[in-house]
């Protein structure tokens, strides 16, 4: 009889007499100081200790960005702007975020397809690098850039590859994202007529992949084509942009990424690269990787029922505070986040419960038929990996409930 999958264990928080331990207090500690739920809170030393430990295997000569829409809380930006080189940005809203820190606009990054000509030239007044998503975006650019300075700019490009085994697949096929390798003569020769200069590219194949090897095969396949390219359009590049794709594990059987087989490889592969391109920075590209272990959601329970049998905790939060862990982000078969009661992390007596927001839908699931430590009106639970695409992700002002907020701990700062 096959082990039913079980969610990865907890090791970025401590866990002390069986309590989560979030910026060095209990949730019951956060609780009798005041804090009230729904709330998000991201731990600022488990970010650092994510960084510190990507750096420790990554290549030295990497840059390492933020892409914010991972998690654009101001706080935590101001943070991440202190801890790595650079930012990816993807409205004109994170660009105002972005240019808020120490980050310089040179190690800025302007991502997205659809962007708005107010956004282009908000991006091309600051010096910022822009990653041209079409043809029709270049020759927009080439427009709006007539009386101000040239603009920086990458050729996004849509591999004919994608990554493998990857969450969300954002090369290979058609995609709203990226030029196709196909159609690259047309956009190099419409940029040669504007006198643009490309000096980037930005080759992204895939998110939240847990499997390293399949992250190695598709950054050599994208330094690869850089090579192929460079060659064929006789380009000098100063920046490569790889993407991310690193992913955390959210579900039952899945295992975190072995980051030091990927470092390994991927200083074989850039060495390679260096050799035959020495001048060029390679940008990896990351959201999630970085923050997403670091938040923790917390909904108090209002009610519990039993229904045809099943039992049913019902909470003040939901989806629309956190879209993602009830399944409607994405997920094609619903799974569970890891949900644990913080007071029971391990022991005690477990029960089996679908655990479920205010919300008039039966999409509302935060949980379900999820087994966890016993609680009862009036109890917090605590919804893990949610430090990226949680709050800014999710439908907020659904039926008019509170927001949740959105708490960043530094313990520098206590």
Known sequence: MSEIPTHSAITQFPIIDDQLV??????????????????YLYDAAVIANTIRTLRKHLPEDIKLHYALKANPHAQLVQFMAQHVDGFDIAS????????????????????????????????????IRINVESLGELNRIASLAEDHQPPRLSIRINPDFDLKGSGMAMGGSAKPFGIDKEQL?????????????????????????LDAQAIIDAQKASLDLALELIDTFNLCL????????????????????????????????????AALQPNVDIVIELGRYLVGEAGVYLTRIIDTKTSRGDAFWICDGGMHHHLAASGNLGQIIRKNYPVVNPLHVN?????????????????????????????????????????????????????SHPHAAEVFIDERDA
């Open 22 to 39: 979030i910026g060095g207090k209990s949730v019951t500690e956060h609780l009798e100081q005041g804090l009230s739920t729904p709330c």
């Open 92 to 127: 004109q809203g994170e660009l105002q975020l972005a240019l808020k820190t120490n980050i310089n606009p040179q190690d800025i990054s302007f991502a997205g397809p659809g962007k708005r000509d107010e956004e282009l030239l908000a991006a091309i007044e600051a010096g």
């Open 185 to 209: 003569d047309d956009v190099f020769r419409t940029a040669h007529e504007h006198k643009l200069v490309i000096d980037g590219l930005h080759i992204y194949a895939g998110s939240q992949c």
């Open 238 to 273: 100063s920046e490569i942009n790889l993407g991310g794709g690193f992913g955390i594990p959210y579900f039952p059987g899945e295992k975190p990424l072995d980051i030091s087989k990927l470092g390994a490889a991927l200083s074989e592969v850039i060495d390679d690269f």
């Open 347 to 399: 022991l005690g007596k477990r029960t089996q419960v679908t655990i479920t927001g205010p919300l008039c839908t039966p999409l509302d699931i935060l949980a379900a038929k999820h087994t966890i430590g016993e609680a009862q009106v009036g109890d917090v639970i605590a919804v893990m990996q949610s430090g990226a695409y949680g709050a800014s992700a999710s439908p907020k002002d659904f039926l």
